[in-house]
């Protein structure tokens, strides 16, 4: 069963750390048999939410919705500012919506300056992700400090940061590969089907 997951980063600058550390991620998507793709915000040109129908915008919005719509599984990376996401990153989700997002597998990555790492924008991202109804995937990754975290190649100075980038883009891969297959979807037609007795013998029905 293929998969398609792509990755976004919450930056439009050309050195971002963010961006790197998404694509590390996507690295271990890949390894896991996904077919990835990086949708580099800097590339979209997006307009700010409440511009999106200007005749410049509406190409521009498209052609981001779109490429989201054919994605499995998406990961989102921010950059950690003034204690938050990026405006960058929180502007082109807002303008995305729910169907782009439900029951698609999201993995996310913070990226901070500081060395206590992006907890907040991981809180955050977690927050949205379960707003716009998408499945968060259980590991994610803080990365603090960032001048260090990266050497001039774009790879993860430390081990460990780099394992964990690859396991969110592995756990974002397989868990959508699972939510796509077909023992999955029987499973759920069983599951919802299932009829059991409470503690008075009376009939149950799980999906209910
Ligand atoms: C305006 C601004 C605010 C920032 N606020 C924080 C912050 O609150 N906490 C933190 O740890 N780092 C903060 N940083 C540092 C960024 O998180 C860090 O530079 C990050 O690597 C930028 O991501 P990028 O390389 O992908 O563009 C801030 C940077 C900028 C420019």
Known sequence: MGVRVVGVAGSLRTTSATLMAVRYALVGAEECGA??????????????????????????????????????????????????ISGVLKNALDLTNRELFEGKMLGIIGVAGGRMGASETLNQLRTIGRSLQAWVVPTQVSIG????????????????????????????????????????????????????????????????
């Open 145 to 208: 400090a960032v001048d260090e975290a990266f050497d001039s190649r774009g790879e993860p100075a430390d081990q460990e940061i780099g394992e964990r980038l690859k396991l969110v883009g592995r756990q974002v891969a397989h868990f959508a590969r699972l939510h796509k297959c077909e023992n999955h979807l029987q499973f759920m037609k069983d599951w919802e089907g299932a009829v059991g007795t409470d503690d008075r013998g009376q009939s149950i029905h799980a999906g209910r």
């Open 35 to 84: 077919q990835v793709e990086v949708l580099d915000l800097a590339a979209y040109n997006l307009p700010f939410l409440g511009r999106e129908q200007e005749r410049t915008a509406v190409m521009a919005v498209e052609r981001f919705l779109t490429d989201l719509r054919g994605a499995d599984g998406i990961i989102l990376g921010s950059p950690e500012i003034h204690g938050s």
